[in-house]
């Protein structure tokens, strides 16, 4: 029953992920945080979300320039996410489900509600670290990698090619991060990847079938309902903690 939950999530997060770019962490924490401990979701993830991001990452050209752009801001999730990683490997038990559940609520009604950041380049210098480094906290202490780096990325002004190999830079580096995280707190290790290796192979079909169609759904009637499902699993994780 479990195999069969898991690679059902992960063929539908790597749907997602092929029709929008991001989400496949998201997704999936979202639908495993309902069955089991974020910190065994958090794993569960890992391979899938470095696969998935890695190939969208180096699938264009601008992966140097980006790297010497945005390395202030990946310094900051790596290290904030290894400072938060006990929070999710335990320490936050009841509270980490909490978490997890805010950050896919705030993340979906941001999204619903359109807003749109705008990054003056002035403040690039000190933005991105900070920014890095919260988006560490969120990711160590929930496993979800979007907030607050995908709204903050996408206030860049980025071209649209550049803005997805950003995306990719961006949840590769969470990944990497996440994997230091927990591997730290015992509660990952490398005998535990079955799990995790079994899950790629949904993933990479659910992307590539998300990228197939990607041309013949409207991107905006996807969103809207993928944010409005998220807000739901967000709202369901929340309540956990009053039952």
Known sequence: MRVSVVAATFVVAGFVKGVTGMGLPTVAMGVLGTLM???????ILLLPSFVTNVWQLFAGPSVRALVKRLWLMMAGIVAGTVAAAS???GGGGQWAVAGLGAALTLYAVAGLMAWRLSVPARHEHWLSPAIGALTGLVTGGTGVFVVPAVPYLQGLALKKEDLVQALGLSFTVSTIALAIGLAREHAFAVGDLGESL???VPALIGMGIGQRVRGSISPETFRRWFFICLLGLGIQLLARIFV
């Open 87 to 89: 929070f999710i490997a």
């Open 37 to 43: 401990l974020p910190a065994q979701a958090a794993a």
């Open 198 to 200: 079994f899950a790629v």
